[in-house]
């Protein structure tokens, strides 16, 4: 075959075409991914908050983050105070970038426990189908019945104080924060086991999944080799946008107070302090309410530039 | 082939039933053959006539429910393979009897690399590490015939086209040496040049790997330049079974008869229109009382209604399911 093209000495340029190697699956992702503007915009946006919450931390120290100075409390923006000042008198720029480290990171390690368990929970049931799948449908369901709000909050109520306080590089972090990670993370799964499950439920029916167990692949190996790989545009797309999700749950509860304790700053809870001034003080609401409406935005554009550049079935211009 | 010899693979009393529900499909009913030491059988039939029911069953991939394998044994070396764990046909599957798909479309998993998927087998079967099982794939890839193997490690199946793509598979198959191929109509999804490479490629590798192969066809001009000994199956049935010379010299059954009939040739002046059987085959939801061909068959009498024929030994090494013996033509 190839021989008989090298003789027929095809044109320089065709030559070129049939040289030019072929793009690979990322290639072809990142194409589709550079045209969706408001994807580009979103990941930039989401860049530079996590520059301004993690390279703050080299200007404000935690401590002045926390340092109440209640003869400064309620301060209008001034050039002392960028952002103004609280109700106790803490500086609100410092506040919201070690505010937007726990909430970045409660919605990105949310994300993680909501990927593992709904990823496991989908795939096995997918998979195995029969009694398993049943069984644990009905159990998706049961937690799906129950209200993810009031749920939230009852676990939350029930877990407050229980943990005591966390050490990590020096640190000291509310043990609120773990238990709003695992219950935001125990609490969304669901929906993402549901999306699996069905990709599952289709894939395994694939020729090469019957072919992988004719050359003695185990059924593990098939599941997370074989299978996940192919089903891993929805999980990503569900995934991102589980992280505005779990950010916005964070906020939810921290501004009714069963959130991450104080001094221990986020977004949420710096929103809780600010319910009693609306109106007079509003730089209190408006600095922490942009970042997470800015943040959860960004994050929903990016979720969908990738939906269009992962799905090889929108392949529009 | 010889007789004196023990088989490799001996199936006995092969039942596969379905429950859908419609009802009990009656997949493969009462199915017993042998497979020599390198020797190539094929297996023949219409679609549905249970042969890849028949190896799949054998390999454990009949998904139970609904299936279900009602009854029957299948030796390999001392082991009964359908009493086998599914671990212990973990380690069977692609290492002692390997198998090789229709479709290489489809076969092959879209988002992992070629390189990947020959190498899957070699590092869980044989433990080697990732560089010498590279290695071994290089060199399966070159002994199936693609250019410049090591490169095409990396590349993905829609890099490949069909023809290639089914050498991919072969050469998956063969990267453990097993001693049994099964193909499942490797070559139905290609076309004639193509397919003729495939059969030469296959025929080539059984010389040099010395192993068996079952091959599953509806082509019996594939199985003329390929086979040593042919199993003619219908609707689930082994109907005649033979040398690959007896059975297109002197069929023993009607079914086999009028299947060679109905083959297209080239060599001959076409005077009328290609033959066919009439009819359809069976329902396979009710289990026939008599023959399954009965109601095609011309030459069928009462008898053939009543009590379905066993293989009755014809000659050397061939056996019809029929009630016509063939040396008199006459009802037994």
Same mark, same amino acid.
């Given at each position: 075959?190839?021989?008989?093209?090298?003789?027929?000495?095809?044109a320089p340029?065709?030559?070129?075409? /049939?040289e030019?190697p072929?793009?690979t699956?990322?290639?072809l992702?990142?194409r589709r991914f550079?045209?969706?503007?408001?994807?580009?915009?979103?990941a930039?946006t989401?860049f530079?908050?996590f520059?301004?919450s993690?390279?703050?931390?080299?200007? !404000?120290?935690?401590?002045y983050?926390n340092?109440?100075?209640?003869g400064?409390?309620?301060?209008a923006?001034?050039? @002392?105070?960028p952002?103004?000042?609280?109700?106790?008198?803490?500086?609100i720029?410092?506040?919201?970038?070690?505010?937007?480290?726990?909430?970045?990171f409660?919605?990105?390690?949310a994300?993680i426990?909501e990927?593992?368990?709904?990823?496991?929970?989908g795939a096995?049931?997918?998979y195995?189908?029969?009694?398993?799948?049943a069984?644990?449908?009905?159990?998706t369901?049961?937690?799906?019945?129950i209200?993810q709000i !009031? /749920?939230?909050l009852?676990?939350?109520?029930f877990?407050?104080g229980?943990?005591?306080?966390?050490q990590?590089l020096?640190?000291?972090f509310?043990?609120s924060?773990?238990?709003?990670i695992?219950?935001?993370g125990l609490?969304?799964?669901?929906?993402l086991?549901r999306i699996?499950?069905?990709? !599952?439920?289709s894939?395994?029916?694939?020729?090469f999944?019957?072919?992988?167990?004719? @050359?003695g692949?185990s059924?593990?190996?098939?599941?997370?080799?074989?299978?996940?790989?192919n089903?891993?545009?929805?999980?990503v797309?569900?995934? @991102? /946008?589980g992280?505005? $999700?779990?950010?916005?749950?964070e906020?939810?509860?921290s501004f009714?107070?069963m959130?991450v304790q104080p001094?221990t700053a986020?977004?949420g $809870?710096m929103?809780?302090?600010?319910?009693?001034?609306?109106?007079s003080s509003?730089?209190?609401w408006?600095?922490?309410?942009m970042?997470?409406?800015?943040?959860?935005?960004s994050? $929903?554009?990016?979720g969908?530039? /990738?939906?269009d550049?992962?799905d090889?079935?929108s392949?529009?211009? | 082939?010889?007789?004196?010899? *023990?088989p490799?693979?001996?199936?006995?009393?092969l039942?596969?039933?379905?429950?859908?529900a419609e009802g009990t499909?009656?997949?493969?009913?009462?199915?017993?053959?042998?497979l020599?030491?390198?020797?190539?059988?094929?297996?023949?039939?219409?679609s549905g006539c249970g042969?890849s029911?028949t190896?799949?069953s054998?390999?454990?991939?009949?998904p139970?429910?609904p299936g279900?394998?009602?009854?029957?044994?299948a030796h390999?070396?001392?082991?009964?393979l359908?009493?086998?764990?599914?671990?212990?046909?973990?380690?069977i599957?692609?290492?002692?009897?390997?198998?090789?798909?229709?479709?290489?479309m489809?076969?092959?998993?879209?988002?992992l690399?070629?390189g990947?998927?020959i190498?899957?087998s070699?590092?869980c079967?044989?433990?080697?590490?990732?560089?010498?099982?590279?290695?071994?794939?290089v060199e399966?890839?070159e002994?199936?015939?693609?250019?410049?193997?090591?490169?095409? =490690?990396?590349?993905?199946?829609?890099?490949?086209s069909g023809?290639?793509?089914q050498r991919?598979m072969?050469?998956?198959?063969l990267?453990c040496?097993?001693?049994?191929?099964i193909?499942d109509e490797?070559?139905?999804?290609?076309?004639?040049t193509?397919?003729a490479?495939i059969?030469e490629l296959?025929?080539?590798i059984? %010389?040099r790997?010395?192993?068996?192969?079952i091959?599953i066809?509806?082509? =019996?001009?594939?199985?003329?330049g390929m086979a040593?000994?042919v199993i003619v199956m219908?609707?689930?049935?082994?109907? *005649?079974?033979?040398?690959?010379?007896?059975?297109?010299?002197?069929?023993?059954?009607p079914?086999?008869?009028?299947?060679?009939?109905?083959?297209?040739?080239?060599?001959?002046?076409?005077?009328?229109?290609?033959l066919?059987?009439?009819?359809?085959?069976?329902n396979l939801?009710?289990?026939?009382?008599?023959?399954p061909f009965t109601?095609?068959? %011309?030459?069928?009498?009462?008898h053939c209604?009543?009590e379905?024929?066993?293989l009755?030994?014809t000659?050397?090494?061939? %056996?019809?399911?029929c009630?016509?013996?063939?040396?008199?033509?006459?009802p037994r």
């Open positions: 075959m190839n021989s008989s093209l090298e003789s027929s000495s095809p340029a065709v030559q070129d075409m /049939l030019a072929p793009l699956l990322g290639q992702t990142w550079r045209r969706h503007k408001m994807a580009i915009f979103g930039v989401l530079l908050l520059i301004y993690f390279g703050g931390a080299f200007i !404000f120290s935690e401590q983050a340092f109440t100075e209640t400064a409390r309620l301060q923006p001034s050039s @002392t105070h952002f103004g000042t609280d109700t106790i008198g803490r500086d720029l410092a506040r919201t970038i070690y505010g937007g480290q726990i909430s970045l409660i919605g990105l390690t994300v426990i990927l593992l368990m709904g990823v496991m929970i096995i049931s997918g195995y189908g029969g009694r398993i799948d069984l644990l449908m009905r159990f369901e049961a937690v799906l019945n209200p !009031f /749920l939230l009852v676990m939350a109520k877990f407050a229980k943990l005591p306080n966390i990590v020096g640190r000291t509310s043990g924060v773990v238990v709003i695992f219950i935001i609490t969304s799964w669901p929906y086991a699996v499950r069905a990709e !599952f439920l894939l395994k029916e694939n020729d999944v019957m072919a992988a167990r004719a @050359t692949t059924s593990t190996e098939i599941i997370f080799r074989h299978i996940l790989p089903s891993i545009a929805p999980i797309v569900s995934g @991102t /946008l992280v505005a $999700n779990a950010i916005l749950s906020a939810y509860i009714l107070g959130g001094p986020t977004w $809870n929103l809780e302090g600010a319910y009693n001034y609306i109106e509003p730089w209190l408006f600095f922490p309410g970042l997470i409406l800015l943040t959860t935005l994050i $929903n554009f990016l969908d530039g /990738l939906r550049a992962l090889p079935h392949r529009a211009a | 082939m010889s007789n004196h010899q *023990e490799i693979l001996s199936v006995k009393h039942k596969t039933r379905f429950h859908t499909v009656y997949a493969v009913n009462d199915v017993s053959f042998d020599y030491d390198k020797e190539t059988l094929a297996v023949v039939g219409e042969k029911v190896m799949m054998i390999l454990g991939l009949i139970i429910p279900e394998i009602a009854a029957g044994e390999y070396l001392e082991r009964d359908l009493k086998c764990t599914e671990n212990e046909m973990e380690t599957r692609g290492r002692e009897i390997a198998m090789v798909f229709q479709d290489p489809t076969s092959l998993n879209p988002v690399s070629i990947h998927q190498t899957e070699l590092r079967h044989l433990n080697m590490n990732q560089e010498e099982a590279n290695q071994r794939a399966m890839l002994s199936v015939g693609i250019p410049d193997p090591a490169s095409r =490690l990396k590349s993905y199946p829609h890099q490949f023809g290639m793509r991919v072969i050469a998956m198959a990267a040496s097993p001693n049994v191929l193909a490797p070559t139905t999804a290609l076309d004639v193509i397919q490479q059969m296959v025929h080539e059984r %010389q790997m010395s192993m068996s192969i091959w066809t509806h082509d =019996l001009g594939v199985v003329a040593d000994r219908y609707a689930g049935y082994i109907m *005649e079974q033979a040398s690959v010379i007896d059975l297109y010299e002197q069929p023993h059954h079914y086999t008869l009028a299947l060679l009939a109905a083959l297209p040739r080239v060599d001959l002046r076409r005077e009328h229109r290609l066919s059987i009439p009819g359809a085959p069976p939801l009710v289990e026939p009382v008599g023959c109601a095609r068959c %011309q030459l069928a009498f009462e209604r009543i379905r024929p066993p009755f030994t000659g050397e090494g061939h %056996q019809a399911a009630w016509l013996d063939p040396k008199t033509g006459k």
